[in-house]
């Protein structure tokens, strides 16, 4: 198995967008109602083959270094290398900007936002010769 691309959804008002972003890997969405409806709609509709959609219980909102850490340890749990088997190429955050905070826990993570975009960034993994724990 080739490392996925996990989508990270902060936005609230997120909503039935997961489908689409599920098409291409797994997802991690913060709570609200917009997002729990749609979450609970996509899991009546998944195929056996079609990405999780994982929903926290509470929300996340990517605020701090910490909240990030928090975020990051989950992900690479559920999804890394050790873990899971496959690792992870590259994270896809939707509904926040990259701030230091998260910068900071991304490289803890061995991750380097490569894409800053209107609705969110991109993170991917650096090789282990660029970066060292």
């Not at 409806?37 to 990517?62: I, L, N, Q």
């Not at 340890?73 to 873990?83: A, F, L, S, T, Y």
């Not at 230091?100 to 010769?129: H, Q, V, W």
């Amino acid at each position: 198995m080739n490392p996925v691309t996990v989508s990270i959804v902060l936005d609230p008002d997120f909503g039935d967008r997961v489908a689409k972003v599920a098409a291409l890997g797994p997802v991690w969405m913060t709570a609200s109602v917009a997002n729990r409806a749609a979450a609970e709609g996509y899991w009546a509709r998944k195929t056996p083959d079609a990405h999780e959609v994982t929903y926290w219980s509470e929300p996340r909102t990517g605020a701090t270094e910490e909240e990030w850490l928090g975020i990051l340890d989950n992900i690479e749990v559920h999804h890394g290398e050790p873990w899971a088997g496959s690792g992870i190429a590259a994270l896809e955050v939707y509904g926040v900007a990259p701030d230091e905070g998260a910068r900071t826990a991304l490289l803890e993570y061995g991750y380097e936002i490569t894409n800053a975009r209107p609705d969110g960034f991109t993170a991917k993994r650096l090789s282990d010769d660029q970066h060292s724990p």
